[in-house]
């Protein structure tokens, strides 16, 4: 087997390399292919790798390419995590947001916007060579913003697409360590969108214990541990009786969340510029070949595992479930079956079936729509350049939702990031 990572140059590889060797057995994988266009920093980071493939003692073959063609030639799967305009776009990304009064995240808001129009083309022109190069590859996009994406790739791409989120495995390993049991005993009822998603039921070893798991959330007693991202007001959390992922704290709490964001005295991009800094300069250094505890700080927790899991499930055929960003397929009927959606999935030799889910109460259908109906709009506007699809999705979006506001933003993301509209 082989598998290419385009975007290889991440300072997130080294994560996922190490997933790849201890699966490399299993897989029989025989060839890892990175590929990035920062020919510098692909150099110090496949290095890196190769070092830490020599000391695991895995036969295999590393290959380091500025060739999209090159890397792609005989792929069986392809993952992708860029960073089209990198992490300087990314902070630019934020102050268009902050700027404004709004929320600044890089795949939430006006943040996930700009981002979205830099990457779809990009990601299309990766799925357009697959077509020739490896026609009968899956593609496992982590490339944010990762639902936006996919649904662009699966509408104007290719079929073989799969969306991932290190999200719902967070989730459900939090959930397992505040309850005290191991993950494996642990299942999620999870439905959603990438990075607007609920739990609705947790169960272990069957039995619904969500009710216990709001309690340690919300109770009068709740740890110190739980982390600050799931800190909802505890009479919230009792009222909706789900339990929200991270990012919608960002539509629950938008007024303490762009307090907090206008009170960092940098960044989220600025902090990993210094982050990655310090890694690069650990993969530099030729005695080094252990994955750095500094990696940590980059945040991507257990992506490697995920993405690992996934291509191990849909290489082996085994039918495994996992929650996973894929065309809704009438699965959750209250959104129409060509989008995409983040839903508990069957995943086989044939691909990832979402699993029917029961119908959303209104008290989480109604932003779910909303917020939908937002990424239909950006992924045309993304795909065709179009300045009037733009206009409307920033529109359309819960945390800008003012139309002068977003005809000013779609010309400042254009100027900003010299992203011309093809359409009026």
């Not at 290959?63 to 890397?71: N, P």
């Not at 981002?115 to 490339?143: H, I, S, Y």
């Not at 799969?162 to 993950?183: F, K, Q, S, T, Y």
């Amino acid at each position: 087997m082989k598998i290419a990572v385009v975007g290889g140059g991440s300072t997130y590889t080294p994560e996922l390399m190490e997933g790849l060797l201890q699966a490399a057995a299993g897989l029989r994988l025989t060839c890892v292919s990175l590929m990035d266009i920062d020919a510098e920093r692909l150099a110090v980071v496949a290095g890196f790798c190769e070092r830490m493939r020599a000391h695991a003692g895995v036969a295999l073959r590393l290959e380091a390419s500025g060739s999209l063609d090159a890397s792609l030639d005989g792929a069986d799967f392809v993952l992708t995590q860029v960073r089209v305009g990198g992490q300087r776009g990314r902070h630019l990304d934020t102050r268009l947001g902050l700027d404004h009064g709004l929320i600044g995240q890089e795949t939430t808001g006006v943040g996930g916007f700009a981002k979205a129009l830099r990457t779809v083309p990009v990601m299309l022109e990766v799925c357009g060579r697959m077509q020739v190069r490896c026609p009968d590859a899956w593609l496992v996009n982590f490339t944010n913003p990762s639902g936006l994406v996919t649904e662009a790739l699966l509408k104007h791409g290719r079929e073989r697409v799969i969306g991932l989120c290190n999200i719902p495995i967070n989730l459900r390993m939090d959930i397992a360590r505040l309850l005290g049991v191991e993950p494996a005993r642990v299942q999620l009822d999870y439905l959603g969108l990438n990075h607007l998603s609920w739990v609705r039921r947790v169960l272990v070893d069957g039995q619904d214990v969500l009710p216990r798991a709001l309690e340690q959330f919300a109770g009068a007693g709740r740890p110190a541990n739980i982390p600050e991202e799931l800190d909802y007001p505890p009479e919230f959390v009792r009222a909706l009786g789900l339990l929200p992922s991270s990012y919608l704290r960002y539509y629950y709490l938008p007024r303490r969340a762009l307090a907090e964001l206008l009170a960092r005295p940098r960044s989220r991009a600025e902090e990993v510029m210094q982050v990655e800094a310090e890694l690069l300069a650990t993969y530099r250094d030729p005695s080094q070949h252990a994955k750095p505890a500094a990696l940590e700080k980059r945040g991507g927790a257990y992506y490697s595992r995920a993405a690992v899991e996934l291509v191990q499930a849909l290489a082996g055929d085994r039918g495994e479930r996992h929650v996973l960003n894929v065309r809704n397929a009438g699965a959750l009927a209250c959104l129409p079956p060509e989008v995409v959606v983040e839903l508990e999935c069957r995943v086989d030799a044939r691909g990832a079936t979402p699993l029917p889910v029961a119908a959303p109460g209104p008290e989480i259908r109604g932003l779910l729509q909303h917020v939908k109906a937002y990424e239909e709009l950006a992924v045309e506007a993304a795909v065709r350049g179009s300045r009037r699809q733009a206009i409307l999705a920033l529109t359309n979006h819960p945390l800008v939702g003012d139309a002068e506001l977003a005809v000013q933003l779609a010309d400042e993301i254009a100027r900003v990031h010299g992203l011309p509209w093809r359409e009026a």
